[in-house]
């Protein structure tokens, strides 16, 4: 039988799944992992900037003032509250140390320096010097935490950890310059993500692919895997240009032996699976063509703060509508502050089926 953890019985889909039976074809009710739709949590690491580095930050730029004025509660009640799509980004830090005194938090007296800042391995921070607050500083701590919540609910729906590859310098005199993701720096960190979750754990690009020649091909012929064997699974996917895509793919064109899914160049590429697709107003449309071609699509209900300061939901209604699969907020609580904006499923569950899906999830 199906298992998830639910807030609701989702009495519609147990009929629409009765009614597909009883027309004579289970064949297209036995529902995969792209006839999901969930939530889940933009930059999932990040605390809040104090008042006194966000007004430094507002006085240079009051954009990014107002951008960044946004943090989240710890990935693990994250997780309890009902998000199953979780956002890293990622620094290379072989040596360790490299993160260790950013320079905002200096400007006003603040340490924020641990002995994980040492350690050597990926950090997880939003922006260095600026933004480098964060629940979990090291690459491997965030996974454990994830890893802890999904071994005490193993019935969770399949969760996306979407992960960037952060290498951009930044505009501020003093800042420090991040190393670059080369070959090496993507073994390391499909490694980091190995040496936290099992083979049976983590879904991978080859558990997909199959027997198929490409990604794409597994795809579009065999679909997802089915969701009745993805309950407790964790799936990577880089959201990366395609200059990156091409060096994490490191000569793999359908991703063979790697750790992580990438956004993909198109509909038409070898280790064509997931999308990112983040403008869902003006990517709505193409959004559907994509979920209905059999494709995991991640957008964002909000941005910047503004739907948050507004209470507008036009763009959260556009993503529901969709189909995306990965609707991500940094508001699954309202800062009520400014308005009583949130992101969430209607009902208040923690999973329904994707309005474009050909199958209801039981």
């Not at 260790?100 to 200096?106: A, E, M, Q, S, V």
């Not at 935490?145 to 950890?161: F, G, K, V």
Request: hydrophobic share 40%; with cysteine.
């Amino acid at each position: 039988m199906l298992k998830r953890i639910l807030s609701g019985a989702g009495l519609a889909a147990l009929v629409a799944l009765s009614a597909c039976v009883e027309t004579g074809a289970p064949e297209t009710c036995a529902p995969r992992m792209s006839d999901i739709q969930a939530i889940g949590s933009h930059n999932s690491y990040k605390l809040a900037i104090p008042p006194d580095e966000l007004e430094i930050l507002a006085a240079r730029s009051p954009k990014w003032g107002a951008a960044l004025d946004y943090a989240h509660i710890p990935i693990f009640e994250q997780l309890e509250l009902g998000m199953r799509q979780i956002e890293l980004d990622v620094y290379y830090d072989p040596e360790g140390g490299r993160y260790t005194d950013p320079l905002l938090p200096r400007m006003v007296g603040a340490a924020v320096s641990t002995i994980a800042h040492d350690a050597p391995g990926f950090k997880v921070m939003h922006v260095q010097d600026v933004d480098a607050r964060s629940s979990c500083i090291l690459f491997v701590q965030c996974l454990a935490e994830i890893q802890a919540w999904s071994t005490l609910r193993p019935d969770h729906a399949p969760i996306l950890i979407l992960i960037n590859a952060k290498q951009d310098k930044i505009d501020l005199p003093g800042s420090v310059d991040p190393l670059s993701f080369d070959a090496a720096a993507f073994d390391a960190l499909d490694a980091e993500i190995r040496s936290i979750f099992s083979v049976n754990h983590v879904l991978t690009p080859d558990d997909v692919r199959g027997e198929s020649e490409t990604l794409r091909d597994a795809v579009l012929s065999d679909g997802w895997p089915a969701l009745e064997d993805s309950w407790g699974k964790i799936f990577f996917a880089l959201d990366e240009r395609p200059e990156v895509v091409e060096t994490y793919r490191r000569g793999a064109s359908s991703l063979q032996g790697h750790a992580m899914f990438v956004n993909s160049s198109g509909p038409a590429a070898a280790d064509a699976a997931y999308f990112t697709m983040n403008e869902p107003i003006e990517q709505g449309e193409l959004i559907a063509e994509r979920v209905a071609q059999g494709f995991i699509v991640r957008t964002r209900a909000d941005a910047d703060t503004v739907e948050a300061r507004t209470g507008d939901r036009t763009r959260l209604d556009a993503a529901l509508a969709s189909g995306a699969q990965y609707i991500s907020t940094d508001y699954y609580k309202p800062r009520r502050e400014w308005s009583d904006y949130a992101a969430a499923l209607p009902g208040g569950e923690t999973l329904r089926t994707s309005p474009h899906s050909t199958c209801a999830i039981p």
